[in-house]
T-cell receptor
Framework: NAGVTQTPKFRVLKTGQSMTLLCAQD?????MYWYRQDPGMGLRLIHY???????AKGEVPDGYNVSRLKKQNFLLGLESAAPSQTSVYFC?????????????FGPGTRLTVL | EDQVTQSPEALRLQEGESSSLNCSYT??????LFWYRQDPGKGPEFLFT???AGEEKEKERLKATLTKKESFLHITAPKPEDSATYLC??????????????FGKGTKLSVKP
C-alpha cells in the first residue's frame, strides 16, 4: 500500500515549456487535490476533483489544467510555464464519510521555472 | 473572509521543555480542524482531526484541543525528533467547495538536545 505517490520528484523547466505532474493513489479515495506550497504562503489549493471525470477550481487555478480520467490518477498540467509557478506541488486524496474526511498527502514535486 | 492564523511562526525549545502551538480561525462554519506535521522536503503527515469544541486527542507527546475560536497543540517533554513544521487546517461546512481545507502558514518547531 503506497498511499499517494507523485511523479516526478524534481523538475526544471524553461519559461514557456509545458509539463504534466502525475499523482496516483491506491486507497480508492473519491476526492483528490492539487496544492502548491510557497515560502510564507502556506498550502494553497489549485484544483480538485470529487470523482472520476470531474474537476473544479480551487483558490489559485490560473495557469494550470487538470484531468481525472481514472479514479486513482489526478494529473496537473502546465501549458506554458512561468517563473511564478516555481513552487513545491503536493497532491492529496481523501475519502468522505461523516467523520472520515482526512486528506493524505504525497511526497511533493519541486518545480523550478527559469 | 475565512482565515487560519498560526502562532508563533517559529519556536525553539530545549529537550523536555513543554510548550503549546496555537491555531486561531475565523470562519463562518467549521466542519473540522486538522493538524499535520511536515518534515523538510516531505509532504504533510496527518496527526489529528477535531470536530467539536471541547474535543481532545492525544498521540505520544502531542495533545490537540479545540475551542470555538482556536486550537492548541500541546507538546509535552519534546524530543529532538519532534522538530518539524506543524500545520493547522480547517474544513468549512458550507459552500460548494466540500472537503476543501484552508491552511495556516505553520509553526516551525526546533527542539535542541
Amino acid at each position: 500500500n503506497a498511499g499517494v505517490t507523485q511523479t516526478p520528484k524534481f523538475r526544471v523547466l524553461k519559461t514557456g515549456q509545458s509539463m504534466t505532474l502525475l499523482c496516483a493513489q491506491d486507497m480508492n479515495h473519491e476526492y483528490m487535490y492539487w496544492y502548491r506550497q510557497d515560502p510564507g504562503m502556506g498550502l494553497r489549493l489549485i484544483h480538485y476533483s470529487v470523482g472520476e471525470g470531474t474537476t473544479a477550481k480551487g483558490e489559485v487555478p490560473d495557469g494550470y489544467n487538470v484531468s481525472r480520467l481514472k479514479k486513482q490518477n489526478f494529473l496537473l498540467g502546465l501549458e506554458s510555464a512561468a517563473p511564478s509557478q516555481t513552487s513545491v506541488y503536493f497532491c492529496a486524496s481523501s475519502y468522505h464519510g461523516q467523520f472520515t474526511d482526512t486528506q493524505y498527502f504525497g511526497p511533493g514535486t519541486r518545480l523550478t521555472v527559469l | 473572509e475565512d482565515q487560519v492564523t498560526q502562532s508563533p511562526e517559529a519556536l525553539r525549545l530545549q529537550e523536555g521543555e513543554s510548550s503549546s502551538l496555537n491555531c486561531s480561525y475565523t470562519v463562518s462554519g467549521l466542519r473540522g480542524l486538522f493538524w499535520y506535521r511536515q518534515d523538510p522536503g516531505k509532504g504533510p503527515e496527518f496527526l489529528f482531526t477535531l470536530y467539536s469544541a471541547g474535543e481532545e486527542k492525544e498521540k505520544e507527546r502531542l495533545k490537540a484541543t479545540l475551542t470555538k475560536k482556536e486550537s492548541f497543540l500541546h507538546i509535552t517533554a519534546p524530543k529532538p525528533e519532534d522538530s518539524a513544521t506543524y500545520l493547522c487546517a480547517v474544513r468549512l461546512n458550507y459552500g460548494g467547495s466540500q472537503g476543501n481545507l484552508i491552511f495556516g502558514k505553520g509553526t516551525k518547531l526546533s527542539v535542541k538536545p
